[in-house]
């Protein structure tokens, strides 16, 4: 957590949230726990058949991957929006990594805020979430 107002400024890293290669255990726990039963996701079949070489993530993963980056560094009730956009795709096997920084400091509705850049990646730098956040600061 965050140690008070004064110790976040602009430039400010989140502590970078490092999570196991995905797994085919992994997808198939989420496909359940989602309602997310895509093929492509769980059926290698099926994904080889739409031209992909194998299984890949739910998008909606790498998110909830983003969501624990932001709710490990300030509690969940200080997270007033956030969103990200698709950039590419979570192979099965590899390593995402999340990552974000404070960009600006304002006010807004009577509450000192943050704006963070977020991002998920994977094999170190490849891009496959773009996104902001904005929290409320302790």
């Known amino acids: 957590m965050a140690d008070g107002t004064e110790a976040i400024s602009v430039g400010t890293r989140l502590p970078e949230h490092v999570l196991p290669p995905i797994s085919r255990t992994t997808l198939a726990l989420f496909a359940g726990a989602s309602g997310d039963h895509n093929p492509i996701h769980v059926d290698i079949d ?23 980056l932001l709710t490990s560094w300030l509690p969940q009730a200080q997270l007033r929006s956030w ?14 990594s999340c990552n974000g920084e404070v960009v600006e400091l304002f006010e807004e509705g009577g509450e000192r805020r943050a704006r963070l850049k977020i991002q998920a990646t994977i094999d170190g730098d490849i891009q496959t979430l773009a996104g902001e956040a904005k929290v409320a600061l302790p």
């Not at 969103?83 to 995402?96: E, L, M, Q, W, Y």
């Open 46 to 68: 099926f994904a080889k058949s739409a031209g992909m070489p194998d299984v890949f993530a739910h998008g909606m993963l790498s998110m909830a991957y983003l969501a624990q």
């Open 83 to 96: 969103k990200a956009r698709f950039v590419s795709i979570t192979p099965v096997g590899a390593v995402v």
